[in-house]
Nanobody, 121 residues
């Protein structure tokens, strides 16, 4: 099993920045993909950003140019640097990982518990 724990959320004003972190722990052989999603009340969880080893990154159009995803493979950690935040970025942000706990195990999808980000003046 892989456990994902997010940190770094909070309340900021429009135009400010936040950096989210997500640490993966447990039985880990490899984590080919780590990503961030977000969800607002009454809506489906939506894709924000993804990093795929060795170094590919993908972003939702709504955050392209403002958010940056990165990872520290030595620490099994993924980051989401969020700049120029807008009120519409307000959501619960979820860390996602597709991981293998051993070489022959199938890739499995894991989710963190979510962390609140609120952008408001």
């Amino acid at each position: 099993q892989v456990r994902l724990v997010e940190s770094g959320g909070g309340l900021v004003q429009p135009g400010e920045s936040l950096r989210l972190s997500c640490v993966a722990s447990g039985s880990i052989f490899s984590i080919p993909t780590m990503a961030w999603y977000r969800q607002t009340p009454g809506n489906q969880r939506e894709f924000v950003a993804r990093t795929v080893t060795p170094a590919s990154t993908f972003y939702a159009d709504s955050v392209e140019g403002r958010f940056t995803i990165s990872r520290d493979n030595s620490q099994n950690t993924v980051y989401l640097q969020m700049n120029s935040l807008k009120p519409e970025d307000t959501a619960v942000y979820f860390c996602n990982a597709i991981a293998q706990w051993q070489p022959v195990a199938p890739p499995t999808n894991y989710w963190g518990q979510g962390i609140q980000v609120t952008v408001s003046s």
